[in-house]
């Protein structure tokens, strides 16, 4: 094992404890952001992530616009990382003037190596709780790879699936971006400064937060189908989805109306990310 192996284990279970208070304007914000009617007093499945924003002083932001490494995450020494996906349970929605307690907990910690160079997968848990009730528990992948080379070969894309019951095309622009990065406080570069994504970072364009496009999957649902309950929700981001180019949403639901697979593809129709959704 090497020594950065032994140095970001020591993070495993490492646990740090947080509150907020659950607020109306982000709601509000965030469904015209959406093009939605405002939610009432309710927070909508994933829409909690609008809460425990991280708010690192200006001078412990690294040259990518996140935070520093370090703290409760890991050193990772990595130049690019991106939220992977995510597991969640929602047991009773959160509603507006409710004081949240946000335990989280890093379970993985796992270096590899891909085709593409190194890796490092985090894992994190959260659970939070308003008075002692757990409402919404939560693991978020996070992964972390070292900078594209130029001789890499890129690894195939994946063709979205066919025999969608739902699809909602959605113009995923730079204002959509800028919008959605400054409600949940991400300062990440790849969402809003081209050269930056472009030449150091070696995309195409915007990238379009991953959150955001799992966002839009569970909407899909909400729209398709306003009176159902989600009580499972699971995520994985496949491939970058980039700005001002069509994102098309789908789903399918179960043969037994109790659950619906979704993904989103891009203008080409490549698979950008797989979801799913389980009702109460």
Not at 77 to 83: N, S
Request: a neutral charge; hydrophobic letters at 40%; proline letters at 8%.
């Amino acid at each position: 094992m090497s020594e950065s192996n032994i140095s970001l284990t020591e993070w495993l279970s490492k646990q740090k404890v947080t509150r907020d208070i659950v607020t109306a304007f982000p709601l509000s914000a965030l469904a015209a952001t959406l093009d939605r009617t405002e939610p009432g007093r309710s927070v909508p499945p994933l829409w909690h992530w609008l809460y425990f924003l991280p708010v690192a002083p200006q001078t412990d932001i690294d040259s990518d616009g996140h935070p520093k490494r370090g703290g409760f995450l890991p050193p990772v020494p990595l130049p690019r990382r991106m939220w992977a996906g995510g597991r969640l349970t929602f047991h009773t929605p959160l509603a507006v003037g409710e004081q949240l307690i946000r335990t989280s907990t890093i379970e993985r910690v796992e270096d590899k190596t891909g085709r593409s160079g190194r890796l490092v997968f985090v894992s994190v848990r959260h659970a939070i709780e308003t008075d002692g009730k757990l409402k919404i528990e939560e693991e978020q992948d996070i992964v972390y790879r070292d900078a594209p080379r130029a001789d890499a070969v890129a690894s195939p894309a994946e063709r979205a699936p066919h025999g969608e019951v739902w699809r909602r095309v959605v113009d995923t622009g730079p204002v959509m971006l800028f919008r959605y990065s400054a409600l949940t406080f991400n300062g990440h570069r790849i969402h809003y400064d081209r050269p930056y994504a472009t030449e150091v970072e070696g995309y195409s364009d915007l990238v379009v937060h991953g959150p955001l496009v799992a966002t839009l999957l569970i909407d899909l649902v909400a729209r398709e189908l306003p009176d159902v309950t989600v009580r499972r929700f699971t995520f994985k981001a496949v491939r970058p989805a980039f700005a001002g180019r069509p994102l098309t949403l789908c789903g399918r639901p179960s043969d037994d109306g109790n659950a619906v697979e979704l993904w989103a593809m891009d203008q080409e129709g490549f698979l950008t990310m797989r979801a799913s959704a389980e009702f109460a």
